[in-house]
């Protein structure tokens, strides 16, 4: 009997080992996550920053892309860095979300939206047709593959024109249209996820509660509006070759 009393002493243990290496290793993707998530929300910010030297004219935003692609082994390990970091990003919220499903297989009957926002509903949606945004972005105004209508110029001072490029690409109401809309998803997701991560990592206090919830909204609106007065002041004529 007491052999028997241990086995099931024994199992229930090795159960909630189990149980809690599952919930151990859960945690810690959550704070990846989190940590990942604002890592490449930084990197949008300094992006956004970086390119609003469009508005000093072609020579600023030139000598720009120039002192990046000077430093190719900072700029490739940059690169390399910021591919590990949304890979990462990406497969911890994908199993994290999995997870989540398989905790809870059955639907609720009727879904109550009233806490939840849009931006936290949809994360799974917004990050998915973010990284959609992101490849296009790269094919059209890094590898040139999209539009080959431009080709690959220099400036007066030998750099290569990136400015005669954005000048280029935003004249075309369809790329307008379609960045304006990645903006949208953009703000959207950051919303949320910076938010959110601060939460995760344990940036809570009464003084300072509404401050790291505001944050998010605050990121995400600076960014979104300082992408979209590039798209629509190339648009608008404001700023021309």
Not at 140 to 154: E, I, K
Request: a positive charge; aromatic letters at 8%; hydrophobic letters at 55%.
């Amino acid at each position: 009997m007491a052999s028997g009393e241990t086995a099931v002493s024994s199992c229930k243990n090795r159960g909630m080992m189990r149980l809690f290496n599952h919930f151990q290793t859960s945690l810690d993707s959550k704070v990846v996550v989190a940590l990942t998530g604002l890592g490449l929300a930084g990197f949008v910010v300094f992006h956004m920053l970086g390119n609003l030297q469009v508005f000093e004219g072609a020579e600023a935003l030139n000598s720009y892309a120039a002192f990046l692609r000077d430093m190719p082994i900072l700029l490739w390990t940059t690169r390399l860095g910021l591919l590990s970091i949304v890979a990462l990003h990406i497969g911890l919220a994908i199993q994290l979300t999995l997870h989540n499903r398989r905790a809870r297989p059955v639907a609720y009957a009727v879904r109550e939206y009233r806490k939840a926002s849009l931006a936290s509903r949809t994360m799974a949606v917004t990050g998915s047709v973010l990284l959609l945004f992101i490849v296009f972005h790269l094919l059209h105004l890094t590898a040139g593959v999209v539009d080959t209508s431009f080709p690959d110029r220099l400036d007066l001072q030998g750099h290569r024109d990136v400015y005669g490029k954005v000048v280029h690409a935003f004249r075309n109401p369809l790329f307008v249209a379609l960045y304006l809309a990645g903006q949208f998803v953009l703000g959207l997701h950051l919303s949320h996820a910076v938010s959110s991560s601060l939460q995760t990592l344990g940036f809570e206090h009464a003084a300072l509660n509404r401050l790291f919830k505001a944050a998010g909204p605050v990121i995400a609106l600076l960014v979104v509006l300082g992408n979209m007065a590039i798209i629509l002041a190339v648009f608008l004529g404001v700023v021309r070759t």
